[in-house]
């Protein structure tokens, strides 16, 4: 009912100012992933970024645009460097869940 409602309403929300939130280059991330936003919404945004990335160069491709997908790894392949840096860190428990669903997916 009411309660289901707002919380449906609240995780939209928070997840929508996730989503502005999400830094700019992409890849420095950990202000981010452990600032105020609740880790369903961190990874459901890092998927939509990351899914959004991946259909931005598959578009390149499809332009003629032939690097455009090596680009797009190579940029992949600097966000998983930056999130093993994180899980170096002396982390919480929730943010090493948080991480290793980050890295997972």
């Known amino acids: 009912g ?4 707002q ?4 995780l939209h929300a928070v997840t929508k100012a996730a989503v502005g939130a999400y830094p700019e280059d992409g890849i ?3 202000d981010w992933l452990f600032g105020p936003f609740p880790a369903q919404s961190a990874l459901a945004v890092d998927q939509i970024m990351w899914t959004s990335c991946a259909e931005e160069a598959l578009n390149q491709v499809e332009a003629g645009d032939a690097e455009a997908m090596k680009r797009n790894i190579a940029f992949t392949n600097k966000q998983k460097e930056h999130s093993v840096d994180l899980v170096r860190l002396d982390l919480t428990k929730l943010q090493r869940v948080l991480m290793g669903a980050l890295i997972v997916l």
């Open 2 to 5: 009411d309660i289901e409602q």
């Open 7 to 10: 919380m449906v309403e609240s």
């Open 28 to 30: 420095i991330r950990k």
